[in-house]
Each structure stands twice: as C-alpha cells, then as structure tokens.
C-alpha cells in the first residue's frame, strides 16, 4: 500500500453501507425528477446559472470547511446554493452523473485516482487549491529534533515515544512499516490510540511545555491550534505531497462561465486553511460551520476581493 493512499484511509470516516445506500436512492430520485422535467436554469447569455449544488465529503475536514466557504461566498453573490453530504465515492458518481455541480476535495495523483480514471471523462478539473496534502510526523516547534534523523538519536528528549492515532488507520500502517524501519526508530515506545487522544496529549504537552512527538497530516487544524512544525522526511518514508483539486460536472464551464474563473483562482496557504479548520472544528465560539466561515470571513476582509481581482471577474 502506498503511503497517500494509506492517508486517505487514515483520515476517512467509513459510512456506513445503510447510509450509503439511502444516499444512492436520493441522488436516483433527484437524476429522475430532472428527467421528468426539471431543467438547468440555462441562460443562453454567457452567464452563469443561478443554483449550485456541492457535494461535501463526509470526514474530510478540509472538504467541509472549504465547501462552506464557498456556500457562503456564492449566497453572497447571489447563487441560490444547495448542499448534500456524502461519502466520497458518492460524491464522484453523482458528480459524474450530473446530481452535483462541484466538488472541493479531490486527492491526487494517488488517493482519488481509482474514482479520476473511471470517472474522469465526465468531470471538470477546475483547479488545484492546495498543493501540500500529505502525511507527517510533528513535534512542538521549539523542540530539538528537526529530522526523523535526529528524532531516532534524540528519542530520550521525547519521552522515547511517538504518539500515534488508531491502530488500523493507514499512517499508523505507514509509520510502522515505513518510518520506523527507515529511521531506526525502533528504540521509541510507538503509542496506539485514537486521533482525539493523540490531539489531547498535544494539547497538554504543548501547553505545559514539554517536548511531544506525533503522527499528523495536512491540512489539519492542529497547525493552527498548537505550536507545533514537521519533522523533515529526507528518505520520503511518508511519501510525497499530493494536491486537493476541485471538480465540476462535465458541463460546468458551459454553465457557469464566471464561476469557472473564480473557482480556477481559488487557493488557500497553509495559515488560511488551517484558521479555517481550527474555528471550525476545534471552536466553542461559534454555533455551527456556517458561523465558522462569517467569523473567518471577517478575521479575512479581503479574501472575496482577492479572489475576484486574480479571476479577473
């Protein structure tokens, strides 16, 4: 298995099969309500159709905030916006089958290239918004290891641990047959539990300033919560970065002319994205994910400018 497809597998939430399969009905029912007759508000003019719909990746957090974001900057702008959540391979089928419009978390060239090859003919790649998706070993950023190198001589520093998440999660996989063979980490008590009890013990040593190693990814809103930095991977045990692209229906570009230009502009930095996430998911501050995006919003006034400005729109 390689190290980004066993990413997706750590940092997925499996749906369950009942629920995958009730999702498959509804996106039937919505393809035969518009072959009965409901059309695409085409406007024959050059410009874009008024209702978007987008599909939310269910677990993918950065897929969540990110397609908020966009429900909200498209309200704004006037869009009448619907969203549905699913798992992901629902989402590029009904994508691909027209039932959404976009999509805002396509991995690749690794972890979603089964669903690009069979589906790609069928979909628009709109874009690459993030290029640095990839798996990680982090320790708190005044700590003195700045290699997996040196963690592997400098293990007493840490405790002699490196704290892990789920025991079948694909970077656990990755840092047991990869990492700690590649680095001599063997000497290292590798600690096995869960994401939110791993989050928990880099809160508490961050905090009370004591030195922590962990497994982590990118994006993740850790980076923004804790000071913290990764562990450079000169032998690339955790395999190389991948980018998150956004997808459109096939005709996407003929139905939204404008919108292709905004969305084709849109990037985030690691800083954006990661405050993005934070007040998302690791916020008692704000009521729910729409809220979130206002408060980012306003701690980032010129965001919808910006963007504007480098879509030329």
């Keep these: 298995m390689t190290p980004a497809l066993s990413r997706s597998t750590a940092r997925r939430r499996t749906v369950a099969a009942a629920a995958a399969a009730v999702l498959g009905l509804t996106l039937a029912a919505c393809a035969s309500d518009a072959d009965a007759g409901a059309t695409p508000d085409a406007t024959g003019d050059g410009s874009d159709e008024t209702k978007v719909s987008i599909g939310i990746p269910s677990g993918w957090d950065e ?20 969203t549905q959540t699913a798992d992901i391979g629902i989402l590029f089928t009904g994508l691909a089958g027209g039932d959404f419009d976009l999509m805002f978390d396509a991995w690749l060239p690794l972890t979603h290239e089964s669903y690009f090859k069979k589906y790609g003919d069928d979909l628009t790649d709109l874009g690459v918004w993030y290029d640095d998706a990839k798996l990680t070993i982090a320790v708190n950023e005044d700590s003195p290891a700045q290699t997996l190198e040196d963690l ?10 490196l704290v892990g998440i789920e025991a079948g999660a694909g970077l656990t996989q990755v840092t047991q047959d990869a990492v700690i063979p590649e680095y001599g980490l063997e000497g290292l008590d590798y600690v096995t539990s869960s994401t939110p009890a791993m989050l928990a013990e880099l809160k508490g040593a961050t905090d009370a300033g004591q030195n922590v190693a962990v497994t982590l990814w990118r994006p993740h809103w850790a980076y923004d919560a804790f000071p913290i930095r990764d562990l450079e991977d000169p032998k690339g045990a955790l395999g190389e970065a991948e980018q998150i692209h956004t997808f459109g229906s096939g005709d996407f570009e003929e139905r939204y002319p404008t919108l292709t230009k905004l969305v084709g502009a849109f990037t985030l930095t690691d800083e954006q994205l990661f405050s993005l996430e934070n007040m998302m998911f690791n916020s008692d501050e704000h009521a729910d994910e729409q809220a979130a995006v206002q408060a980012w919003l306003e701690a980032n006034p010129t965001f919808v400018d910006d963007l504007k400005e480098k879509a030329g729109v």
């Design 63 to 82: 897929g969540i905030a990110v397609s908020h974001l966009w429900q909200a900057v498209l309200e704004d702008e006037g869009y009448d916006v619907s």
């Design 152 to 161: 592997a001589t400098m293990g007493d520093a840490y405790g002699n641990r």
